[in-house]
């Protein structure tokens, strides 16, 4: 076992047990039929028969309410229980359970739009690599790229067709192996040189924040990269921002998710449409959609 392999086995979150799933299912439908339960906070859900995908996140993060709830406590009666904090691993879980859920869409362009404090533009990528772009570069008109790339979507330091993004693995501990094969046969460089093993190590974690965020990733892709995600130590959850739930990454990068729509909306970190890397300094970050549409803009 080499040292990625003991790493990807560090990381690796347990599933939780049937009897987690089932009670939280069970709590779940009762407060959707106005049954009421006890105050508890349930950490982990799954969408089940009747159950949207955006009520299980929904209850990922809201408190239940109690028997008689907004009722003051009579004479003698126990304090209410505290709140459970919800935690950065939950959000990314509740991100994915949604994420999995979701219609993949689709369209003839997949159209990324980024707003930072600094610039706003926008591109639309077609799956034989053409590209259209629009900024204040182009005059804020919509421009074709010159150039036509074979492999129109890129994670950092690989280029993909979207027939191998749609390919990749859908488990966790899968798709993380995956892209750092892929990035141990790159040719990518830093402008230090070839990429060294922490580059890598980098560059991986980097992708799955692109395959969450901005690449045409099919549901169950992104779920899987959001709960590759979860799986790393550190992520500390920020509290309500603008868009979501904020997360600090462990590496002092920033993320705003959405959990009841299994979007990111937030990033202090992104791929750009050529494969490089962009960084965006304090809050908000880049603002982020992304999505399949049908036609350019006139």
């Known amino acids: 076992m080499n040292d990625l392999?003991?790493?990807?086995?560090?990381?690796?979150?347990?599933?939780?047990?049937?009897?987690?799933?089932?009670?939280?299912?069970?709590?779940?439908?009762?407060?959707?039929?106005?049954?009421?339960t006890p105050r508890k906070r349930i950490g982990w859900l799954v969408a089940g028969s009747g159950v949207t995908a955006a009520a299980a996140a929904a209850a990922v993060l809201v408190l239940l309410p109690a028997a008689g709830a907004g009722s003051p406590p009579s004479a003698g009666s126990p304090a209410p229980a505290a709140a459970k904090t919800v935690t950065g691993q939950e959000i990314l879980l509740a991100a994915a359970t949604v994420a999995e859920h979701t219609p993949e869409g689709a369209g003839t362009y997949w159209h990324v739009h980024v707003t930072t404090p600094a610039i706003t533009y926008e591109y639309w990528v077609k799956a034989d690599g053409k590209k259209w772009f629009r900024g204040t570069k182009s005059g804020n008109q919509v421009i074709p790229m010159e150039l036509t790339q074979a492999k129109p979507f890129s994670l950092v330091g690989v280029d993909l067709t979207l027939e191998q993004l749609r390919g990749l693995p859908t488990s966790p501990d899968a798709l993380t192996a995956w892209i750092t094969e892929a990035l141990t046969h790159s040719t990518a460089r830093t402008s230090a040189g070839p990429f060294t093993a922490a580059d890598r190590e980098e560059a991986a974690f980097l992708s799955l924040i692109s395959l969450a965020s901005t690449l045409p990733a099919p549901p169950a892709v992104r779920a899987a990269a959001f709960r590759a995600l979860a799986s790393y130590p550190g992520v500390r959850s920020l509290g309500d921002l603008p868009g979501g739930q904020g997360l600090l990454l462990p590496d002092g990068r920033r993320f705003v998710v959405d959990p009841a729509t299994g979007r990111v909306n937030g990033t202090s970190v992104f791929v750009n449409m050529e494969g490089g890397l962009n960084e965006v300094a304090g809050p908000p970050g880049a603002k982020i959609t992304a999505e399949w549409i049908n036609d350019l803009p006139a």
């Open 5 to 36: 392999d003991v790493l990807r086995t560090a990381l690796v979150c347990d599933e939780p047990t049937q009897e987690v799933i089932d009670r939280s299912r069970h709590r779940l439908q009762n407060h959707l039929r106005g049954v009421s």
